[in-house]
């Protein structure tokens, strides 16, 4: 991953760029990358990642409680909020 980072900012141009110009058409690498696109894998990731944090940021903003979600051992302060 450090070496695609650095080539990419080494470079300037986009990954797509970068991954066809090190990928043989219709090799095995080539293969899975156009099947991943073609199943707009790439897309369904980056949605998975907003609605993860969007819950995050509901939870944070809510001031989000424990209650309900005790385990034993776990302490509380008076709020219900797990520390």
């Known amino acids: 991953m450090m070496g695609a980072a ?5 470079t300037g141009d986009h990954p797509a760029l970068l ?3 090190v990928t043989t058409p219709q090799g095995p690498r080539w ?3 156009f099947e991943l696109e073609t199943a707009k ?13 969007s819950a ?3 939870i944070l903003e ?3 409680k424990c209650i309900g979600f005790l385990r034993p051992g776990k302490k509380h ?7």
């Open 77 to 83: 302060d008076r709020s219900g909020l797990c520390y």
């Open 56 to 58: 995050q940021r509901m």
């Open 31 to 33: 293969t899975g990358s």
């Open 62 to 64: 809510s001031n989000w």
């Open 41 to 53: 894998w790439r897309v369904t990731l980056i949605k998975a990642v907003m609605k993860a944090r």
């Open 19 to 21: 991954k066809d110009a």
């Open 6 to 10: 650095r080539m990419v900012l080494d």
